[in-house]
């Protein structure tokens, strides 16, 4: 079975994001590192769960709070000097992509529901 695009795309945000994340300093890596990192485990993990659950739209949106949480805590480093504006532009524009599927998704599950 092939993966839905934006589980791919969250896959390789994860592929490109983690080794970043693993090479923050000491005092961003045990706290802000480490919760995006989860975060950014917890968003696979749940696309892939919504993609087997019957009712979807809780789970969603759910996952869209998580997306928008891992988009502050990218500022958040930016705003601490730990990313170049190179690699902050590329990371808010993977999550974006990201965002844009799962509000497609997340408008199709509404429309539906309202059937």
């Known amino acids: ?4 695009p934006i589980i791919q795309k969250t896959y390789d945000l994860i592929k490109w ?3 970043i994340l693993n090479r923050l300093p000491r005092k961003h890596k045990f706290t802000l590192g480490d919760r ?8 696979l993990e749940g696309l892939i769960l919504a993609r087997y659950t019957q009712e979807k739209l809780p789970q969603l949106e759910l996952l869209n ?3 928008d949480t891992l988009r502050h805590q990218t500022r958040l480093l930016f ?3 730990q990313f170049d504006e190179r690699r902050y532009e590329y990371a808010g524009q993977l999550i974006n992509e990201i965002g844009n599927e799962l509000g497609g998704w997340m408008r ?3 429309q539906k529901g309202n059937r």
């Open 1 to 4: 079975m092939q993966d839905l």
């Open 17 to 19: 994001y983690v080794p």
């Open 36 to 43: 995006m990192i989860a975060g950014l485990y917890d968003l």
């Open 65 to 67: 709070a998580k997306l």
């Open 79 to 81: 705003d601490f000097q």
């Open 108 to 110: 199709q599950q509404r």
